[in-house]
């Protein structure tokens, strides 16, 4: 079974020669496996199975820079974030091309954003927004070029397609965008309606990269639970979720649906397994338990992560971590599909190379 087959076979819920394996990786402990091995590519070095083909499917609004110049000049924006922004090269760091302002500090992958939608008021002004427009022609050959390479190398491919409620307060900010789900919901249905809408231009195009795998997700929990009530989930996100899962089924039936959502969300992942999610992302074992979670809904769909990069990866012994992954393998009968196993989050500068070491190595001799 080569590896792409391994991976596919796995969140598909049949079976598998070895259960295939995943990892984030921050800067950091990039430059940590450079250091102790001399490769450049993490991914490469521990055999990870499957790789993301795209950095963002959307490009800036021919009107961006005219929009916000105007906003500047009638002193509509913070100036404390925006006052060189216009000699600031457009790019990841700077100003996202929806418009977030986003300022990259050194705690580990953090950052702060400046919700730029936060002062507007009425729909007529979002019709004005300069929403982001799909990516050059250039860079979807090049996606497309870089899904034919890996499958001729055997690994599974992964496209994200963004996400919807996230984008909304990344925008609007949260506090806002809670407040406009009480008081003014025209505005609030016409922003997600419109994520949506480019999301789904987004997520078709990646039906036509063949791509394996179509990654989306939004954090909508705490570790103590839901941020919102799974009614209010249900009213404001599942049905646009939904709307953008099924274009993607219907275009591509076999695609695959990798949904992210960090923290306590376990009252929705029956939500999520109905609305067509494969596999579920991180099922995050400081909040909730991926055995008891496995067993309610491990014949829906299945899990990529459960191994715990707040308190195992960074805190646990390499022992402990070796532990730890026989015995999710084992209980969850992962060589019958159903499990990719990773670190929950990103392999943060704080984890020690031997427990990142022992993880991969468990994985091996659970053959």
């Not at 899904?147 to 409620?165: E, M, S």
Request: hydrophobic share 35%; aromatic share 14%.
């Amino acid at each position: 079974m080569n590896p792409r087959e391994r991976f596919l076979n796995a969140i598909r819920r049949k079976p598998v020669d070895r259960v295939p394996k995943h990892a984030f990786w921050t800067p950091e402990v990039i430059g940590m496996v450079k250091e102790k091995t001399g490769h450049e590519d993490p991914d490469e070095y521990f055999g990870i199975e499957v790789k993301s083909v795209t950095d963002t499917c959307f490009d800036f609004s021919p009107r961006f820079d005219e929009y916000f110049g105007n906003l500047e000049k009638e002193g509509r924006t913070k100036k404390k974030n925006w006052d060189e922004w216009i000699e600031r090269e457009h790019g990841p760091k700077t100003v996202d091309e929806w418009g977030v302002y986003r300022d990259f500090g050194d705690f580990y992958h953090f950052n702060r954003m400046t919700h730029t939608m936060g002062d507007l008021k009425t729909v007529d002004e979002l019709r004005e927004w300069p929403w982001p427009v799909l990516n050059t022609r250039e860079y979807f050959e090049g996606v497309e070029r870089n899904t034919r390479d890996l499958r001729d190398r055997n690994i599974a491919t992964v496209g994200y397609y963004n996400c919807i409620f996230e984008q909304a307060w990344y925008l609007r900010g949260m506090d806002n965008l809670f407040m406009d789900f009480y008081e003014n919901p025209r505005f609030a249905e016409y922003l997600l309606d419109k994520i949506t809408e480019i999301d789904t231009m987004a997520a078709l195009k990646l039906t036509e990269m063949d791509v394996d795998i179509y990654y989306t997700g939004d954090d909508v929990a705490t570790q103590l639970g839901m941020m919102m009530s799974p009614e209010m989930w249900r009213k404001w996100i599942k049905p646009r979720a939904k709307s953008v899962i099924d274009v993607i089924k219907n275009a591509d039936p076999d695609g695959l649906i990798w949904y992210h959502s960090d923290g306590n969300n376990r009252e929705i992942l029956p939500d999520l397994a109905e609305i067509g999610c494969d596999v579920l992302h991180p099922i995050q074992p400081e909040c909730m338990d991926p055995v008891e979670v496995h067993r309610e809904l491990g014949d829906r769909v299945s899990f990529w992560g459960t191994i715990g990069t707040q308190s195992l990866m960074p805190f646990g012994t390499p022992r402990e971590v070796k532990d730890e992954v026989f015995r999710i393998i084992e209980t969850f009968d992962a060589y019958r599909g159903g499990l990719v196993i990773a670190p929950t989050h990103f392999l943060e500068p704080d984890v020690p190379w031997d427990n990142i070491t022992a993880f991969f190595e468990a994985v091996d001799e659970a053959l």
